[in-house]
């Protein structure tokens, strides 16, 4: 992706040198890595190779936020820097197709995996539609993208309403409840994190082409490797999961999941249903934990996360009552 210069900073002043920038590179490089690394702690917590699934808990939503925002500023940074002078219509339609035929085929492909929570909106949809709406911010001042930025963000708060619940509109991000899907990447707010990019290329690329961090070239392997990995991202982003899932999925046939697997959750969802139906929460939580274990003894433990047969849910509900049973007894009211 040659360097096309900007329309210029926010003073109007023309982007110097048309050419590549490694760095550009080298950071979707290691955003790709980050990537990478969420959905292998992913897969571990799903493959139940770990206790809990960290990837759904609040740090790993964090992680998985930030990952996101970063690939987003830098497709804004990268618009900037392939259609700065002008929109180059070619590249630029061959771009959408490629990265729109790599979202369809993330959608068909988690749809035969996910029936009940396949990707219909996520990364990579957000990435092809939001680079056609950011065409026209290239050539607005910056200082216009940038404020168009923090509505887009702001969006959500602002005008969610349960009307926008629709289904055909859930893209839009702007409904009252989030769908069950594997990756969510809705217009709102992700596509202000686009118009930021923009905003901050147009302003910083012309400083940053001239500067010494912008003549800067990876030496060491590493360095090289990453921006070799930062020029295709999307063909890497489309293979390292199935990969990744292969993988995972061949270790737990051999070691079998984490005894511990689910544990905690399980606790968990026991005590809410046990206070919900009128149990004492000392008594619940004491039950909780007496339940799991007794699963885990009665050889049903491995089931927990499957179907019960008709034997192994009468078995399973008779040690929850004994558990319930002997918790009522041992807990002290409050």
């Not at 690394?37 to 917590?45: E, F, N």
């Not at 618009?79 to 002078?85: C, E, I």
Request: charged letters at 15%; one cysteine or more.
């Amino acid at each position: 992706m040659p360097i096309s210069p900007s329309q210029g900073s926010a003073a109007g002043a023309p982007c110097p040198a048309a050419r590549r920038l490694p760095v550009i590179d080298v950071a979707r490089g290691c955003a790709l890595l980050a990537m990478a690394a969420y959905h292998a702690t992913w897969d571990l917590g799903y493959l139940r190779l770990t206790a809990e699934n960290d990837a759904l808990t609040g740090p790993g939503k964090l992680a998985a936020h930030l990952i996101a925002g970063a690939f987003l500023l830098l497709v804004g940074l990268g618009l900037v820097l392939m259609n700065g002078r002008g929109v180059r219509v070619r590249p630029t339609g061959l771009r959408f197709l490629r990265i729109g035929g790599g979202a369809l085929l993330i959608t068909a492909a988690t749809f035969l995996a996910f029936p009940d929570s396949y990707i219909f909106f996520g990364i990579l949809h957000c990435i092809a539609v939001s680079s056609l709406l950011a065409l026209p911010f290239l050539f607005l001042p910056a200082a216009v993208t940038a404020l168009a930025a923090a509505l887009v963000i702001a969006a959500p708060h602002l005008v969610a309403h349960p009307l926008l619940d629709a289904p055909a509109l859930y893209f839009l991000g702007l409904g009252a409840r989030v769908p069950q899907t594997n990756d969510y990447v809705p217009l709102f707010p992700w596509f202000g994190l686009v118009l930021a990019g923009v905003a901050l290329g147009r302003v910083g690329l012309p400083a940053l082409a001239g500067s010494r961090l912008g003549a800067w070239r990876p030496a060491g392997r590493t360095g090289r490797l990453a921006a070799r990995a930062g020029r295709h991202s999307l063909a890497i982003y489309l293979v390292h999961q199935p990969l990744l899932l292969a993988l995972l999925s061949g270790l737990v046939m051999l070691t079998g999941p984490n005894p511990r697997a689910g544990l905690a959750s399980f606790r968990a969802d026991y005590r809410a249903n046990c206070t919900r139906t009128g149990g004492e929460p000392e008594a619940c939580r004491i039950a909780a934990r007496c339940t799991a274990d007794a699963l885990r003894k009665d050889a049903l433990w491995a089931s927990s996360g499957q179907a019960f047969t008709p034997d192994e849910r009468a078995r399973a509900q008779g040690l929850s009552q004994q558990c319930y049973e002997a918790a009522e007894g041992t807990a002290v009211p409050p």
